[in-house]
């Protein structure tokens, strides 16, 4: 019963880097979401997904981008860190749009 | 703008203590309510969640929250605290589509 699983779970940076976290959930979801936790802002959707082959924006995209090439997976990546990118970052996934969702352990970013 | 206020950034109770957490949401529309729990080093799971009908919602581990439409509130309840419950508490109102807002979060310590 892993759920939805995050690598890597921490992660440091240097402003302009790349990297890519990904999360994989076994419980056939066709949803999958990004979402990022700041001090103080509650989590804020980055990205989401409907299903294999499909992204969409959430609220605060600039600087990600996503991929869904497989249904079980959904990755985040970075092009370019910035320290306004430092985070904690949760993927979580759900049977549908409006149902509960079930989220990973989180990933810390620290971009210096 | 459609928001999530959680009331209180910090709650700190004694064991056997009551609980209340205020959640109060700006939409004029159909939601669906949530309470996720995040204990130390884990994931943000559900507490508990209201769609419709009976308007006190039972959740896990002896929580409740009650829907009042007029006061555009979901608050969380607990009769008697325990160590355990020393957690982040975020209140989540999903008003259609892909938006789901999540309030800033409360953090719960329970004194033993």
């Known amino acids: 019963n892993a759920g939805v699983t995050q690598t890597p779970k921490f992660r440091v940076l240097k402003t302009g880097q790349s990297m890519t976290l990904l999360c994989a959930q076994d419980?056939?979801?066709?949803?999958m979401y990004w979402y990022r936790q700041d001090p103080g802002m509650g989590l804020r959707l980055i990205h989401y997904?409907?299903?294999?082959?499909?992204?969409a924006k959430g609220e605060v995209p600039d600087g990600y981008n996503v991929s869904r090439l497989k249904k079980q997976n959904f990755l985040l990546g970075l092009e370019s860190a910035a320290p306004s990118q430092t985070s904690v970052y949760f993927c979580?996934?759900?049977?549908?749009?409006?149902?509960?969702?079930?989220f990973g352990q989180g990933t810390r970013l620290t971009v210096v | 703008a459609q928001s999530v206020s959680q009331h209180n950034h910090h709650v700190i109770l004694s064991e056997a203590a009551s609980l209340e957490l205020g959640c109060n949401y700006s939409?004029?529309?159909?939601?669906?309510l949530f309470w996720y729990v995040q204990y130390p080093g884990q994931h943000l799971q559900l507490l508990l969640k209201?769609?419709?009908?009976?308007?006190l919602v039972k959740g896990i581990k002896g929580f409740e929250a009650e829907f009042i439409k007029s006061k555009f509130s979901f608050n969380l309840r607990k009769p008697s605290v325990q160590w355990s419950d020393t957690a982040e508490y975020f209140c989540?109102?999903?008003?259609?589509?892909?938006?789901?807002?999540f309030g800033a979060g409360t953090r719960l310590f329970v004194k033993a």
């Open positions: 979580a996934s759900s049977t549908t749009r409006n149902t509960e969702a079930f």
């Open positions: 997904s409907v299903g294999e082959g499909t992204t």
């Open positions: 419980m056939n979801h066709e949803y």
């Open positions: 939409y004029g529309g159909t939601v669906n």
């Open positions: 989540a109102v999903h008003t259609g589509g892909f938006k789901t807002i």
């Open positions: 209201y769609f419709s009908g009976d308007p």
